[in-house]
T-cell receptor, first 115, second 115 residues
Framework: KAGVTQTPRYLIKTRGQQVTLSCSPISGHRSVSWYQQTPGQGLQFLFEYFSETQRNKGNFPGRFSGRQFSNSRSEMNVSTLELGDSALYLC??????????????FGPGTRLTVL | AQSVTQLGSHVSVSEGALVLLRCNYSSSVPPYLFWYVQYPNQGLQLLLKYTSAATLVKGINGFEAEFKKSETSFHLTKPSAHMSDAAEYFCAANAGGTSYGKLTFGQGTILTVHP
């Protein structure tokens, strides 16, 4: 079974621009979660989508948004980029039931650099 | 709010020595706990998870962890370190309830293995 894929793997943008990152979950998985990883703040939860609906959201400004399509693929968008948005963005997929022990399988991440 | 603390941002051991990585959680209700490993330029891989079925959990690559409610701990151990164990390790928790797809991570512990 193919793993979680994320595209692109690397991205360089300038301040003020916007960016869209893509995540394709493992086949059969209906939940996609997004995380931001930085050296200073560590791994922080952005949001989670299940069946095209956002079920949970972390403490990030409204510039960070996401969506999920009917095939469970997900995108996240960051508008008006700031230098502090430079990070590794990880997505994770899971079956998506209400089981809190559901394993999340992570993709390799998208490395975003904002200049 | 759920929080996870990993004691020691860096741990160094000799090959063949015991590995002990510490994780404590903060919650009035014991959460569901996970250990993940991250190799350079890769996503996170699940090592093991606590599902309340047993307090001693065995995972992949010879790792295990013991859930101790009285100490609010879930420390990760491996009897004999191998060079390939060098990586960054993260303890994570899901609070259950409506915490769909949300993992709260510790700050991570970088494990160095010396020959």
């Amino acid at each position: 079974k193919a793993g979680v894929t994320q595209t692109p793997r690397y991205l360089i943008k300038t301040r003020g621009q916007q960016v869209t990152l893509s995540c394709s979950p493992i086949s059969g998985h209906r939940s996609v979660s997004w995380y931001q990883q930085t050296p200073g703040q560590g791994l922080q939860f952005l949001f989670e989508y299940f069946s095209e609906t956002q079920r949970n959201k972390g403490n990030f400004p409204g510039r960070f948004s996401g969506r999920q399509f009917s095939n469970s693929r997900s995108e996240m968008n960051v508008s008006t980029l700031e230098l502090g948005d430079s990070a590794l963005y990880l997505c994770a997929s899971s079956l998506g039931g209400a089981n809190p022990t559901d394993t999340q399988y992570f993709g390799p991440g998208t490395r975003l650099t904002v200049l | 709010a759920q929080s996870v603390t990993q004691l020691g941002s860096h741990v160094s051991v000799s090959e063949g020595a015991l590995v002990l990585l510490r994780c404590n959680y903060s919650s009035s209700v014991p959460p569901y706990l996970f250990w993940y490993v991250q190799y350079p330029n890769q996503g996170l891989q699940l090592l093991l998870k606590y599902t309340s079925a047993a307090t001693l959990v065995k995972g992949i690559n010879g790792f295990e962890a013991e859930f101790k409610k009285s100490e609010t701990s879930f420390h990760l151990t491996k009897p004999s370190a191998h060079m390939s164990d060098a990586a960054e390790y993260f303890c994570a928790a899901n609070a259950g309830g409506t915490s769909y797809g949300k993992l709260t991570f510790g700050q991570g512990t970088i494990l160095t293995v010396h020959p």
